[in-house]
């Protein structure tokens, strides 16, 4: 079972809150599409700079396995206020643990609460997975 | 029940154009699949999205350098025929892992490629004769799901996905590529751009149970890829990295 401390989008990122700001990632299941379990396939990431705002399923970053680059889409909006650097430098951590050490950016957000976000629950985004796969 | 897509065929058009188009269909297009045939004037060389530029010491033998919008590396499209296809991200030819999608959109290319004689096959993990050690070409650099024949790698491919739609496109060598001249060709005087794309129409087509619709770039379409052309072509964008 994913974490179920956070919310998760349908191109599966995750967002969860911590104090004023929230953390954004990417989900196992991403990773698994673009690497399909191999992390040296896992070549780039570009994250945004700092200061930077961004809408709901707006682009903030882009990442590169050998065969595909992929959008990363901002599950809220807000501004950036920091990125996690050591990531963008070893993207193995995003495999070996996307929830914790593989935190990508960190926003203010526009808004506190996520109350009518197409945001899902981690069983919603379990069930949605299980649907995506019939 | 055969499923329509869209057949655009624009031989000719020069490199910004062909990436602005590309892009168009991944990022204006309307909800159909489109397959795309096509053919660079003047010949160029495409660096990879996240590619440096330092990397790549051909360019400086390129006449005309620009930018893709998809990963993956250097490809100097001469003497060759380039295909793309754009879908939306969840179909059923681009669902799931990219590897997977990689495997459906190869498997088609080989059997075009089988009516024309030539044996294509997944490179797997096999070394290449193609492959050089810190080429910044892509078609020098293989992976193991890579076709190839004549123990040279045959088809350079890369994709882009967005939320709604993933872009996939490749080329694939009709003869002598002045910058990419180890790889593995075509080689068939009675095999050229417009022949190579009617046998993939046709293996796509069987393969996908696909009824293809030729159609024009829409007004849209064009405008997008016209305004963008400049962009791929642009100093900022093709020396950036």
Redesign the interface.
Known sequence: MRPNDRKYTKTHEWVKTEGDTVLIGITDFAVQELCSGNEGDLVYCDLPEPGRMVEVGETFGEIESVKAVADLNAPVAGTVVEINVSVEEHLEILSRDPWNAGWMVRLTPKTKSFEGSELMDAAAYEAFLAAQAH | MPSAWRLLRTFGREPGFNMGLDEALLLVSGPLPVLRFYTWNPPALSLG??QRFADVPETSRASVVVRR????GAIHHANELTFSIAVAADHPLV?????AS?RRIHDAIAAALADLGVRARAKGECPLLSDRASSGMCFQRS?P?DLAWNERKGVG???????ERVLHHGSIKLGPSPLDDTVARLDRADTGPAELADHLELSFARQFGIDFVADEPSAAELTHALERAAHFRSEAFVRGR
């Open positions: 999205f996240f919008p998809t990963g993956g669902r799931g892992e990219v590897r990689y992976h799901l491919s890369a994709q882009r996905r967005t939320r």
